[in-house]
């Protein structure tokens, strides 16, 4: 009987109950047989079932997926050619045909359990190695499979996901025809409002003078706060350069040496605050008439906008509800591998008692367990992480500004492990995922990026004057939430990158988090507040005040829980994530 995959020597008889005699008879290595080349047999694996040429036998006592197979040697090898005994394992052994996606010239092989991939040699000596991976030979652990529980859980899940897509396909047809035929009534509603237009223009006219007073007065505030930042900060830098000159006067090395590394982690947190000042641009204006207005209407600026019924709460406008807050407590996320105060700049809820935060100045990413109100992990990366955004229950992505990368973070035995980098074009921000797409922003050059999950770019939205500064980022079905550090404001773009909303009157918005009923929270460290404002971003309400420069926040809809960072670098607030309870 021929063994799949290998040629029959011609001295061979493929007989397995009559053998030839030694002097007609010769075994080849059967790996190298396959391999087109035959080399004599030198030993014989009672594992694999395979006779084995010297180098090969050599190589197979050291590999480590085969170190501790049982080996013949030449004189204890049976004399004829082996097939395995298990009909099952020998398809499997020759069934590893499938071409690896890293190194396509190489066949995957081997399994990793705490990766869960599939992997060809190449990754296993490269990325999987044994002293950090529980990593499988596949026909090793493939034997079960047929027929298995794991077989008909995985093929209903996919008969189920591909029954949600067929549902998909069925809504976004049912909800583009209703949302056709309501387009229909709201142009006859235009028509209506038309004949009813009968405003002057100087109503539109002390509109303009009064946007343009409120312009005037934030330039000048913000000169004015921007004039303060330089300065405390150019005072406090020249104390500590002079501080710096007399420890070296003094040779005091040991105070000095302190003092640099204190220095050095003082200045690269003090580049994030230059970016914000570098990107603020007072823009000069000019009037441009409304041509259309001015000559067929002579009152207002436009007939109104088209927006969504209430059905949709994902954006719809409603009005904010008062609510009730009562202060849970705070949880400290300071740790022993900590070199400086934490500085939170972002974080995601994978589940009601499991915080991912990220520690800026401790170039850290943090795993926080809410019910004991500890840190559980932390995950040492190789600069600080500014924003951390949730695309699947285990997996995270996390940017990088100072490496110009997302990092991407498995969740796996309650630790968190690195995976793979995607790099980008700029100082890559604030991050938000919905349905396998990364929003990324960048704050200078304005910019916000769409990507894929694996990084392939799919659309950059440009300034064009609807933002300056894009920091923090939320999105969902329908929109994508901009808070933007120098234009005071909220923006609301579709997936187009068109601009469908704008919130302003906050003074420096920072961190936002969407609420269960479309609505989303912002941080405003100019005010000390969070605000709760509609998800069409037409009205807002304070929901937390005197606060101390919030930064970064969180929420959870199930248990009403608010969390909440501070961007301030005392020991008081920068250690701490505040818990609020909202009803």
Not at 7 to 34: G, H, N, R, V, W
Not at 108 to 134: G, R, W
Not at 310 to 336: D, L, M, P, W, Y
Not at 472 to 489: A, E, F, G, H, L
């Amino acid at each position: 009987m021929a063994v799949p995959g290998k040629k029959a020597s011609k001295q061979f008889s493929s007989s397995t109950t009559s053998m030839a005699s030694d002097e007609d008879l010769q075994i080849y290595c059967q790996p190298c047989d396959e391999e087109g080349t035959r080399l004599p047999a030198h030993g014989y694996c009672t594992v694999c079932k395979e006779h084995l040429c010297k180098t090969c036998f050599t190589a197979h006592k050291i590999n480590r997926l085969s170190k501790h197979h049982t080996l013949q040697d030449a004189t204890n090898m049976p004399k004829v050619l082996q097939q395995p005994s298990t009909s099952i394992h020998t398809g499997l052994l020759y069934d590893l045909t499938l071409s690896c996606r890293k190194h396509p010239k190489e066949m995957i092989k081997f399994y990793c359990n705490d990766h869960t991939e599939c992997l060809c040699s190449v990754c296993v000596t490269l990325e999987h190695q044994a002293t950090s991976c529980n990593v499988n030979y596949i026909p090793d652990i493939s034997g079960d499979i047929l027929d298995s529980k794991e077989y008909q859980v995985i093929l209903n899940a996919v008969n189920t996901t591909s029954d949600k897509f067929q549902q998909i396909l069925k809504d976004v047809k049912d909800m583009t025809h209703k949302s056709n035929s309501s387009l229909k009534d709201a142009l006859d509603d235009i028509k209506k409002f038309r004949q009813e237009i009968n405003q002057r223009l100087d109503v539109l006219e002390r509109q303009a003078e009064d946007a343009a007073k409120v312009i005037e007065q934030e330039n000048n505030k913000h000169r004015k706060a921007v004039e303060t930042t330089c300065e405390d900060i150019t005072k406090s830098l020249k104390i500590s350069s002079g501080k710096i000159k007399q420890l070296n006067t003094t040779k005091q090395a040991d105070r000095l040496f302190i003092d640099l590394k204190l220095a050095e982690k003082t200045i690269k947190n003090m580049e994030r605050q230059l970016i914000t000042l570098s990107s603020f641009d007072i823009k000069e204006h000019n009037f441009q008439s409304n041509g259309v207005i001015l000559n067929l209407f002579k009152t207002e600026k436009s007939l109104g906008t088209l927006t969504q019924k209430a059905g949709n709460t994902e954006c719809q406008s409603v009005q904010i509800k008062s609510r009730q807050s009562s202060h849970v407590g705070k949880i400290c996320v300071e740790t022993s591998k900590d070199e400086i105060t934490c500085n939170i700049t972002g974080m995601t809820l994978v589940t009601p008692d499991l915080l991912i935060i990220t520690d800026y100045n401790n170039d850290a990413v943090k795993m926080v367990d809410t019910s004991s109100q500890s840190v559980s992990d932390q995950l040492q990366l190789d600069a600080g992480p500014q924003d951390i955004t949730r695309f699947t229950s285990t997996e995270l992505a996390v940017t990088l500004p100072d490496k110009e990368t997302i990092q991407l973070i498995i969740i796996s035995s309650n630790k968190l492990i690195k995976r793979h980098t995607i790099k980008v074009d700029g100082k890559c921000y604030g991050i938000s995922c919905y349905q396998g797409k990364l929003v990324v922003s960048f704050p200078n050059p304005s910019k916000l990026q769409i990507l894929d999950i694996n990084g392939t770019l799919l659309t950059t939205i440009d300034e064009k004057n609807n933002f300056n500064c894009p920091c923090y980022i939320t999105c969902n079905r329908s929109s994508i939430y901009v808070s933007d550090y120098v234009m005071k404001t909220v923006t609301r773009l579709n997936w187009q990158g068109d601009v469908i909303g704008s919130y302003s009157g906050m003074s420096f918005p920072t961190g936002m988090s969407l609420s269960d009923d479309g609505t989303v929270f912002v941080c405003d460290e100019g005010r000390n507040v969070i605000e709760e404002i509609s998800g069409d971003c037409s009205t807002g309400k304070v929901v937390l005040q005197d606060q101390k420069t919030p930064q970064a926040v969180c929420w959870w809809g199930k248990t009403k829980k608010l969390y909440y960072s501070c961007d301030n670098l005392g020991e008081k607030y920068g250690n701490c994530i505040h818990i609020y309870n909202l009803s």
